[in-house]
């Protein structure tokens, strides 16, 4: 199995720009599938992106495209989202998640292993 940890949380105005990285440890890395998942207060958990785990293929949800990228280097065992133009609505608890595949999920469930998340907070 694999373990994860976010990190690159914060506060920053609308605006501004965020990366978030996801440190994994255990099994090879490249044998997973990353998504990143967020939950704002009072919200569902949504998908927000993913990456094979070649780092060929990558979905993004519609509210996030063209100003999120996800990202992973295999050497590092780190997967990374940059969030640049950042809203108030982008408010959440960020999640990392693997899954034990090649190929992308954009559903919760698809993924075996969560980190404990990182709050990003984007002011007015």
């Known amino acids: 199995q694999v373990q994860l940890v976010e990190s690159g949380g914060g506060l920053v105005q609308a605006g501004g720009s965020l990366r978030l990285s996801c440190a994994a440890s255990?099994?090879?890395?490249?044998?997973?599938?990353m998504g990143w998942f967020r939950q704002a207060p009072g919200k569902e958990r949504e998908f927000v992106a993913a990456?094979?785990?070649?780092?060929?293929?990558?979905s993004y949800a519609d509210s996030v495209k063209g100003r999120f990228t996800i990202s992973r280097d295999n050497a590092k065992y780190t997967a990374y989202l940059q969030m640049n133009s950042l809203k108030p609505e982008d408010t959440a608890v960020y999640y990392c998640?693997?899954?034990?595949?090649?190929?992308?999920?954009?559903?919760?469930?698809?993924?075996?292993?969560w980190g404990q998340g990182t709050q990003v907070t984007v002011s007015s």
């Open positions: 255990g099994r090879t890395f490249s044998s997973y599938a």
């Open positions: 998640a693997a899954r034990s595949a090649p190929n992308w999920g954009v559903r919760g469930y698809e993924y075996a292993y």
């Open positions: 990456i094979s785990w070649g780092g060929g293929s990558t």
